[in-house]
């Protein structure tokens, strides 16, 4: 799937060595089925460790059986909580859920938007901003082209890479040398944290 991307980036001096260690992105899009699901992970995710995210979603899918806008609706917070969820992230799925049920957020389309208009339509949602909207953009519908400028590890990643500190808008324009890839890109900036 990014063949020619992985051509394009491989004649960058700064990835060009990750991309002969780690091989091919293995980012591919999901089904349509799945996006209320990976959004409920990506709500879940936030602010924690891979693992303990992990961990979390994990419970909360052996509690609801189905996780689908119905069954959250049903479920009572406190059940919620109880798989391990702040009671914040708690009224997020709350509203993610009622705003797919009533058809405010009509998921089954956003797959037919620009970038921009899927921002706009998810941050809508209670909990889901810039970055957790770059994130389903990457993830779950595998758009070449989103940089995500405010995720930790990018900026970590880009850090080892130049040896120096930039602030965002500096790594905004350092990033455009990989467009229109800036996904595949992002992806090989996080391995190279793997054994950090």
């Known amino acids: 799937m990014w063949k020619k991307a992985q ?8 990835l060009a060595s990750l991309i002969e260690k780690y091989g091919v992105c293995t980012i591919k899009p999901i089904g349509k089925n799945d996006y209320f699901v990976s959004l409920v992970e990506a709500i879940i995710g936030q602010q924690l460790s ?29 059940t919620l909580r109880s798989y391990g969820l702040s009671w914040a992230k708690v009224k997020y799925l709350k509203d993610l859920a009622h705003k797919v049920d009533r058809g ?4 089954n389309n956003l797959s ?3 970038n921009e208009k899927i921002i706009e339509n998810l941050t ?10 770059e994130m389903f953009l ?8 989103v940089f995500p ?5 990018i900026r970590k990643g880009i850090r080892k890479m130049l040896g120096i500190n930039l602030e965002s808008e500096k790594i905004k324009i350092f990033a455009r040398r ?14 190279s944290l793997e054994n950090i």
Do not use: H
């Open 50 to 78: 891979g693992k303990a995210a992990e961990s979390i979603f994990k419970k909360v899918r052996l509690g609801l059986k189905n996780v689908s806008p119905s069954e959250i609706i049903k479920c009572k917070d406190i």
């Open 112 to 114: 037919n938007l620009s």
């Open 124 to 133: 809508q949602v209670k909990g889901i901003g810039q970055w957790t909207a």
């Open 138 to 145: 990457m993830f779950s519908l595998a758009r070449p082209d």
């Open 104 to 107: 405010d957020l009509k998921i």
């Open 149 to 153: 400028v405010d995720d930790l590890g």
């Open 178 to 191: 990989w467009k229109p890839y800036r996904t595949v890109a992002s992806w090989y900036v996080w391995k």
């Open 7 to 14: 051509q394009f980036l491989k004649k960058d001096k700064y």
